[in-house]
């Protein structure tokens, strides 16, 4: 099992920023991919970004250029820097870890990103 900590979330105005954090803890794989993913009101969830343990990235057309996620192997955590944030950008934001040995998945309890005038 593993358990995901997420911290971060809040309101804020359009054009403000926002970092969210998530740090997993438990039986962490030696192989393991970690991202975040958002559900708006009304909608399915989807995907935000990813990053392999060796750091490369990847984003949701949407967020590129505004988003910046990393990670620190030694904590095991990741990472969402989010700028120039839209209210389209607003939704509860999950913290997803994907073991990719048995391809078994855990996600965070999840944290309200509001983005509103």
């Known amino acids: 099992q593993v358990q995901l900590a997420e911290s971060g979330g809040g ?54 250029g505004r988003f910046i996620i990393s990670r620190d192997n030694a904590k095991n955590s990741v990472y969402l820097q989010m700028s120039s944030l839209k209210p389209e950008d607003t ?14 998945v855990y996600w965070g309890q999840g944290t309200q990103v509001t983005v509103s005038s």
């Open 11 to 64: 309101s804020v105005q359009p054009g403000g920023s926002l970092r969210l954090s998530c740090a997993a803890s438990g039986s962490i794989s030696s192989i393991y991919r970690m991202g975040w993913y958002r559900q708006a009101p009304g909608k399915q969830r989807e995907l935000v970004a990813t990053i392999t343990r060796g750091g490369t990235p990847s984003y949701t057309d949407s967020v590129k």
């Open 91 to 104: 939704g509860i934001y999950y913290c997803n870890y994907e073991n990719l040995l048995t391809s078994g």
